[in-house]
């Protein structure tokens, strides 16, 4: 009978993504609680050695893919792999964060293996000894609930939002290998390009200040990002400015951009219409600097200043700077 | 070439969203049902390979009544034919279940292309297009903001974690659009009135020969619930010139957030 939970974890030129370490902690806690076995599946080329660091989130086991037919991504090859490893593990739920990479790929293991999948996870909910899964809907006005039929189950969880264990230097997870050769191949990656300027990934950024409107131009993200360098925050934006051409579409937070959960979300010059607030209302602490007292942003902040954020930021920048290095 | 599109009729982004006294969908009345956002990308993007290589554009949607509209909006902006999958068992249809159904309506048409929006707003589900890849046999490529069609081969570039990741394969393919991919047109008035004249062919399960196989109690997973989610704590104005705002601001957020 299948049982246990295989998690996927997902890794680009040997970096682990701190998501999939979140995915492995989540499974962590239910399967300590249920005595079942948990197991994490790594793919790659020359990527054996990141073992001992997922080790250190206590699966039983790390089942590593490794060769040159998976040095770089493909959603063909990918599928094999994890196909492979399902097999081989007959987990009942499989997870992988929420990712660019998860959404290509894990739907497509889904119907292969015609299991059902829930993506973007916000919240697991235990029932007789099972999960429900609740997932974000309507741009976050709902939450749907849902609950599964089927002996094997796929979830993606929403990054930032699951914390992730500390990490046990002394445990030692079982290594082993598993061959898979591709079968069919007919669409895979050829070249990355790092987009020029994103320091930070949005949906993985612990603090993020992002700009509207309200900012007046491009020629005064140099406000914004001093902050971020402040605080070690990712730079975000409305559509609005995105739309204006002041900044790339990657910094778009909102509905038609990204979905992001940081501790700290700092909105300047932002008004929050709701396909904004679709992006980053699970935030856990909302600031928002606004010079319109009506502006709807308000009404889910944490924190609210009514001003003008040319006088406020320089000034908060600074103050932060004095917080953090008096410690 | 021939183009397949698959478009899904959502609520309208700005719409009030209630739910509905069964507590596990939402209350349709007084919603307005539009083309999901990045469908509109989907169907621009076929409609200028079509322009720019020949052949036809077929769109297809699943879903009730509130499909018609968007199908004719699709038609009015230049696609050449419409399905509508229509039947009560396909009702309130999980990503699985509709890339099954859509896979069943497309798969015998020859298609070199089939495009889909990367998300159908208000499910949010992110799942059809790669789903549909696998059951019709088709190598993909999702999230895609540029896109070349040459000698049956596709060149893709898909938004990634800080990064564009560039894709090659082969076509026949499934494509889903990220915004950022075209500028989507509007139906133009001599559009609408041809669009007045196309047909929509209507098909159920038993035209797909899926009578009985997909009705909601084989279904794997289901929604047993739909909520509000909770409700935020009640803010804090913070007052004063901006120098005690900035320093009362960077006070809570160490000391009562515990953030920085
Ligand atoms: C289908 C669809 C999808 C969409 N997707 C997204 C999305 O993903 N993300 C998104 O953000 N939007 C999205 N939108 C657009 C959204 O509806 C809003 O138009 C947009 O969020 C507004 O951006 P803004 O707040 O920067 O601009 P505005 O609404 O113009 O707000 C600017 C704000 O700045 C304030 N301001 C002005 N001067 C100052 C100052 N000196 N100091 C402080 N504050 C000041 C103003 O009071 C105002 O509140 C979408 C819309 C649609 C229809
Ligand atoms: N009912 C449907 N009819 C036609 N296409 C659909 C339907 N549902 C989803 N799709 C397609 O799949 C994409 C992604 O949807 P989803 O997986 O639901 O987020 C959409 O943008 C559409 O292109």
Known sequence: MAQGILVFIEQRNGQIRKASLEALSEARRFCSKSGEPLVALLVGENIKDLSTSISRYKPDKVLVVDSAAFAKYS????????????????????????????????????ARLDAPCVADVAELRESNGAWQAVHPMYSGKAWGIYEFNSPLAFLTLRPNVFPAAEPDEAHQALVEELAVTPAKVRASVVEVHAAAGAKIELSEARIIVSG??????????????????????????????????????????????????????????????????????????IVAINSNPEAPIFKSATYGIVGDCFQILPKFTEECRKMLSEN | MKIAVCVKSVPD?????????????????????????????????????????????????????????????????????????????????????????????????????VFCGQQGVGGDHNQVPSMLAELLDMPQSTLVVKLEVADGKFKAEREIEGAHELVEGSLPAVISAQK????????SIK??????????????????????QL???????????????????QGKMIDGEPEVQAKTLAKLLREEAKII
Request: a negative charge; glycine letters at 10%.
């Open chain 2, 215 to 233: 009705s909601p109690d084989k279904r794997k997973v289901k929604r047993i619930q739909l909520t509000m989610p909770p409700a935020r704590p």
């Open chain 1, 75 to 110: 959603t063909e090859g990918y599928a094999d792999a994890l196909t492979a490893a399902v097999k081989n593990v007959d987990p009942r739920y499989v997870l992988a964060a929420n990712t660019s990479m998860s959404k290509d790929l894990i739907p497509r293991v889904a």
């Open chain 1, 212 to 285: 509207g409107r309200g900012i007046k131009g491009p020629e005064n993200w140099p406000v914004l990002q001093e902050l971020c360098d402040a605080l070690g925050a990712a730079l975000g934006a409305s559509r609005a400015v995105v739309d204006a051409g002041w900044i790339d579409h990657q910094y778009q937070v909102g509905q038609t951009g990204k979905t992001v959960s940081p501790q700290l979300y700092i909105a300047v010059g932002i008004s929050g219409a709701i396909q904004h607030l679709a992006g980053m209302s699970s935030s856990k602490v």
């Open chain 2, 191 to 212: 559009g609408v009135m041809a669009a007045r004249r196309k047909e929509i062919s209507v098909k159920d399960a038993a035209a797909l020969g899926l009578s009985g």
């Open chain 2, 180 to 187: 950022g991919l075209n500028e989507p047109r509007y139906p």
């Open chain 2, 13 to 113: 982004t700005e719409a009030k969203i209630n739910i509905a006294p069964d507590q596990v969908g939402i209350d349709r009345a007084n919603v307005r049902f539009v083309t999901s956002p990045y469908d509109e990308f989907a169907i621009e993007e076929a409609l200028r390979l079509k322009e720019k290589l020949g052949g036809e554009t077929t769109v297809f949607s699943l879903g009730g009544d509130e499909v018609t509209e968007v199908l004719r909006d699709t038609l009015a902006r230049g696609v050449d034919s419409a399905v509508h999958i229509k039947d009560a068992e396909f009702d309130d249809a999980d990503p699985l279940t509709t890339a099954k159904v859509l896979a069943a309506a497309i798969k015998d048409g020859g298609f070199d292309l």
